[in-house]
């Protein structure tokens, strides 16, 4: 009883102090209700302990006579300690955590593009290469610099993430490398693609899968220009949505720990790849293949099995089970998060201290094609979520214009705008717009209650029916500016539909429901109804705000959003190539996967209209940000940004750029001499 108590009081205790900020707002009289009824067992546990005749062992007889009256004081402290710690979070707040985040990320942008674009000469490359990677630059670097500045790449310095991605392939021989992508690229079954590089031309291999090979096609028009630079090798690429390789956490480490000692600096470098190379990349013989590496877990949950064995044994992701998908996990976000604002990008995508994703996200919930592996294998994918090994490249999505940025051309004649045209921010629409299909994953049993999408049409739903509300966040309460003092916020039950916000949602799923199977798809139906027809994708630019959303994979509209004038409101499992050199809050507004900051992210940018506060009480009044707390102007301030940046770092050049370095680092993984070349 008394340990029960104890650990009761301790949970309670941490539990309020980790989410002492004004979010979510405290429950006030249920909770001390609550704990008085706690401390109210523990007591009648110890008075009548005291006093019964009853039968007790001689450790219980010791404990009871002994126990001081004190005790009832100490436990009368603790009560009010805990009821103190509750009431101090205050629902107040003296700024808008908005504003904080985009100084802070113009301050993280600028501190980064300073060290990413530091050299102006080969030699200084080359000199903070070695600074940097504690390594040589691999052969062919030289010919990657003349590469990159003839089409004015920006970024020469920050390449991390192709360190990070091949640091643990550096444990594994080069013939092991070789032999492992040979492997995989035999069996059809693995659903990978073959690229073959032989001296400096690339082409396809055998057993593409008719409706992937424009994947393949785009990898070869992406590397055509620099092949001749490159060495001759095999390469491997995962022509599914979903990742492929995850590998246990110790042995990730481990793998690590090998690559940091790897090729360093003490060893001697010769600027020329070995001589023997196509000789040591055997042709395929298609009439020995080995039992697959890869198992196929799709339709099922694989959070357990596979999404967080990257994360430490003693992290929540590993220990912990969420069992009542329906409550907000405010641990589970309070380390990446500013009350309901995600602060911190980085952190955000990593599953080992958020337990409820597994119950978030249709690629942990039934994703539609999973083979993967426990084994490093060298597998090249467009995206992944943290914590797997594969090696991620640009995406031909995106360099082939699968979806693409093209607006009506402006026109002086402000009656012939065409039907698509990309007005100014000001003119468009004050709508927070979303189309799509439920391709997240393969919902059965009700899965599709949880996963982001639908989670994201069904926060936008006034009416909610009785399917979904049982398995949804009740609808959290919107930062607005106080009723009565203008210059601070607090939180309000004000519902997102009110005409009080100046905005319009407008999110909803298009043609069909998709990827389900049994109830779940008349369910969906019911609940979702009416689906639009699909519109032309040039038809967003006419609204303010975006929302970018995953499907099975990465969403491959984000870079045409950025492109474009309008303001993306992003929420991402995946990520890409792009990811460190973009950053959150300067170039588009972050949201995190359980949505709850969405109406208060909104609410800050759209503000409140007819002087509105909480439904039926006392108006908002003039906020910091001008009328009703409006701040139209920082949102067109990240639209231009986002908009300018992505016109920089994130063109087609730049894809190739990336795509040229990491070829040359992976040519020399997989070279029998690479701890003897470099350049």
Known sequence: MLVSFVCTYVIGVST?????????????????????LLFLGAGTYLYFGALTDRPRTQTQRRFFARMPSSLYTLLTFLLVLRI????????????????????????????????????????????????????????????????ATTRSSLIIDDYDSIFENLLPFWALEPQHLRARTREILLDPWNEVAEVSIRSGKAEIGPSVLPTHRWMVEGVLEMLGNFAEWLPDMDLAFNINDESRVAVPYHTLENYRKIGMRAGRLEVGKSPEWSSNRADTWRPIDETAIPPSRFEDHSFVNNFYSYSSIACPPSSPARRTRIWDPRILCTSCFSPHSIGPFLSNWTLSASPCHQPDLANLHGFYLSPAAFKTAHELLPVFSQSKPHGYADILYPSPWNYMDKVKYDPSPPSDDPNDQGPYPDLPFAEKENTLFWRGATSEGVSVLGTWKGMTRQRLIHLSTPNLTSSSSSSSFSQPPILLPHPTHPQKYTYQPLSPFTSLLNFTPSLSLVSHISRCGGPDCPDQATEFAPLLPPSDFQAHWRHKFLVDVDGAGFSGRFLPFLQSGCLPFKAALFREWWDGRVTAWRHFVPLDLRLQGVWSTVAYFVGVGGGGGAEGGAGAGEGAGGSGGAHIKEAETIAEAGRAWAAKVLRKEDMEVYFFRLLLEWGRLTDDRRDEIGF
Do not use: C
Request: hydrophobic share 30%; charged share 25%.
């Open 16 to 36: 309020s102090w980790v989410n002492r900020s004004s979010f979510p707002p405290s429950l006030g009289g249920s909770t001390v209700i609550s704990l008085i």
């Open 84 to 147: 103190i710690l509750e009431f101090s979070r205050s629902s107040d707040l003296n700024y808008h955590p908005i504003d904080f985040l985009i100084r802070e990320a113009d301050q993280q942008h600028n501190t980064w593009l300073r060290q990413a674009s530091a050299s102006r000469t080969l030699r200084q490359a080359t000199d903070e290469y070695r600074r940097r990677y504690d390594r040589h630059p691999p052969p062919g670097f030289d010919k990657w610099y003349d590469y």
